[in-house]
């Protein structure tokens, strides 16, 4: 606990709280740029910030061909995608902040992405994965952050994961999501594995608001 204080303070010690454009340093995602308060976002320019999903996204990033990004946040994996890959085309959903999210695709100056402020999942409210045009007889790869709806997207898209079968990233945020996203995919043919947080998390921990966040890797069995 003293060395979260002590990491706290320095960092507020030391960073801007002024929002300007930002470019991520080590790391995944090392030179894509994004906008944002570098007290805020120090894990994210050190290459820290969900690190242990990246070896996943390389895997990722080595067999697909179109990318679904839901959950898009700043867009670095969209970004990454589109400048490191051969992917193509590259949704990235982001219903909470689509505007950051486009300044920050045209302050890395990449076309080719796009970018939707639209609610996934189940609902009349909502758009089903499984609108979504992507290639179905290609390979390709769906990345899921959508705060306790991850399970309704998911079924919102089985057909799409059923004849396609993509790679799949989701991050779940309880328990319960995680077991029923597991089961859920298992299912449909997937092979699912758990990614255990890492071990240095008790010294720099992600500052997560909820008690549970991890994420589950899926693939074709």
């Known amino acids: 606990m003293h060395s979260r204080r002590s990491f706290r303070h320095v960092k507020s010690m030391i960073l801007s709280d002024e929002k ?17 308060i570098p007290r805020d976002n120090v894990q994210l320019q050190l290459g820290l910030w969900e690190h242990e999903t990246y070896s996943y996204i390389r895997r990722a990033a080595a067999a697909a061909r ?9 867009g670095e994996l969209s970004i990454f995608f589109k400048l490191r890959t051969a992917a193509g085309p590259i949704i990235a959903i982001e219903p909470w902040n ?6 920050n695709i045209d302050l890395n100056g990449v076309s080719g992405i796009t970018a939707l402020g639209q609610f996934l999942g189940l609902g009349p409210d909502r758009t089903m994965l499984d609108a979504l045009p992507v290639p179905r007889r290609e390979q390709g790869f769906i990345k899921l952050d959508a705060d306790f ?3 309704g997207i998911l079924q919102s898209g089985e057909r799409l994961l059923v ?9 779940t945020h309880s328990a319960a999501l995680e077991r029923d996203c597991s089961a859920y995919l298992a299912r449909l043919g997937y092979c699912v594995e758990i990614i255990p947080n890492a071990w240095w998390r ?20």
Not at 163 to 171: A, C, I, M, R, T
């Open 20 to 36: 300007r454009p930002m470019t991520i340093r080590i790391g995944l995602f090392r030179g894509i740029k994004v906008i944002g």
């Open 163 to 171: 004849e396609s079968k993509p790679l799949l990233l989701v991050e």
């Open 66 to 74: 179109w990318v679904i990004d839901i959950g898009a946040g700043n």
């Open 98 to 103: 689509i505007d950051h999210l486009q300044e």
């Open 202 to 221: 008790t010294i720099v921990p992600e500052q997560r608001p909820i008690d549970h966040n991890r994420w589950l890797w899926a693939e074709p069995a």
């Open 149 to 151: 709806s991850e399970l």
